[in-house]
């Protein structure tokens, strides 16, 4: 009998319980650190976003300053030179001889990783305060997370 005793291997209760309670404390301390790597990605998209969509402003601004100036374009007194709206961006835009075709400066509108409510982007004209939450309509001229979220370095998101 002492012979079918010793050959028999396995846990017992104890040492599972004791297996099971060091893998809950490891979890425990991983998801906090799982939760700031996602959010943190997050920013890093957010930031992205932001920066491809100014830039693409700015390159627009400068297209219509340069066809204004080399008098490819007829222009108003109040026009300023900025997009009417986003999607101008991804459409592209005629610049007479300068670019005789309609240039594209998005393939697309990214979107705002923080966006829930899929509201879009917050816009400013260049009429408007440039701590404004409210857009002109005019034109655009930047253009914000409307998240009401707080980053990690406790900025909210909306004035980056």
Known sequence: MSRFLCCERGLT???MIIAM???AIMASAIVPLAEVTVKRTKEIEL?????????????????????????????????????????????????????PFPRRYLRR????????????????SAKDDPDSFS??????FDVYSQSDGVALDGT?????
């Open 109 to 124: 509108i990214p979107r705002d990783p923080f966006d829930r409510y899929d509201e879009g982007w917050g816009m400013r």
């Open 47 to 99: 930031q992205r976003s932001l920066r491809e969509i100014r830039t693409a402003i700015d390159n627009y601004k400068a297209d219509y300053d340069k066809a204004k100036e080399q008098k490819k374009i007829i222009t108003s007194i109040d026009e300023t030179g900025y997009p009417e709206s986003l999607e101008i961006l991804v459409e592209g835009k005629e610049w007479g001889d300068l670019y």
């Open 13 to 15: 209760l104890i040492e």
């Open 21 to 23: 309670a060091i893998m």
């Open 156 to 160: 909210p998101y909306n004035t980056w």
């Open 135 to 140: 857009w002109g309509g005019d034109d655009v």
